[in-house]
């Protein structure tokens, strides 16, 4: 009621019992939280007050505040039913993100407690967990970017490169699905700049090392081998030729190598990781080229 008649409140009122007068002011979402957090008395649905707050976080170009305030550090620090609404939040604001507000919303926290609740099944939360996977699998979204950096995000900062496994879901799996080959042409780049910008030295053998490239190359000879994909030669050709080079030259030097600049490797690659390489680019050379002769 408060925010729906905040209109017919004097400007002053905010300010003296707040900090703004505008009730959407950065400086009064620390006062939200717990009104805010009172909103699981309408659980398990959403209280009717998010569908009134988010649109104008959204409008004004607030959500990064808002959410490391209100969600963050209030909701996902709270009590189950508190941790469950963030879930179904993140579902109701998805369709009105950009790619560039996804990395505001797949935070620390928000994270740690998806992945936690998936991983097993005593958790509390792992129902709601597994249906917050299979509903973002099922948001249309017309903007490969969104699902791009979504899928970005499920992998990396706060996420896991192996969350599929991880959580014993096909979410990744089915994210991609959903882009065309466009989208998989970005996502092949997104691998590679794994792959380039790990700066552990190969020669200590550290298992981080790796983890992170040998991930890298998986991913792209799973996607060579999965036929579900949408297919183009754009792509395909792209991991052919990545995995070419890692596995037969040094890529050093950007500036007389032309269109290789984005191989350049921060820390050179171990003779086992070379063996590996060349390994999986047999192998995607022959599914490619079983591919053009269906």
């Known amino acids: 009621p408060l925010f729906r008649s905040r209109n017919n409140f004097d400007a002053d009122f905010f300010k003296k019992y707040w900090e703004r007068s505008r009730i959407l002011h950065g400086k009064n979402f620390s006062h939200m939280i717990n009104p805010l957090m009172a909103s699981t008395e309408s659980h398990p649905r959403i209280h009717v007050v998010w569908d009134m707050i988010l649109p104008e976080i959204l409008s004004r170009n607030r959500l990064k505040e808002f959410w490391e305030t209100v969600v963050e550090s209030g909701l996902m620090t709270s009590s189950f039913e508190r941790k469950y609404l963030g879930f179904l939040l993140v579902l109701k604001i998805l369709p009105h993100a950009t790619a560039n507000q996804i990395p505001l919303i797949f935070t620390a926290n928000w994270m740690r407690c998806l992945i936690n609740s998936l991983t097993s099944e005593e958790r509390n939360l792992h129902a709601a967990a597994k249906n917050f996977c299979n509903e973002l699998c099922e948001i249309k979204m017309t903007d490969r970017t969104v699902a791009l950096a979504i899928i970005e995000e499920l992998l990396g900062r706060f996420g896991n490169k192996r969350f599929d496994s991880l959580t014993h879901t096909k979410t990744v799996a089915s994210l991609l699905q959903n882009l065309d080959s466009d ?12 792959f380039c910008l790990d700066a552990t030295v190969d020669s200590e053998e550290t298992d981080d090392d790796l983890g992170v490239r040998q991930w890298a190359i998986d991913q792209m000879l799973g996607l060579v081998r999965n036929s579900k994909l949408s297919r183009s030669d754009s792509w395909l050709l792209a991991v052919l030729k990545f995995i070419f080079f890692q596995a037969y030259f040094n890529v050093e030097k950007s ?10 490797v921060k820390s050179p690659l171990s003779g086992e990781l070379r063996s590996f390489a060349s390994a999986d680019y047999s192998a995607s050379w022959e599914n ?3 591919c053009h002769l269906l």
């Open 183 to 194: 989208g998989i042409l970005d996502y092949v780049a997104f691998l590679q700049k794994s």
């Open 255 to 264: 500036d007389e190598i032309g269109d290789l600049s984005n191989f350049v």
């Open 288 to 290: 490619w080229q079983r």
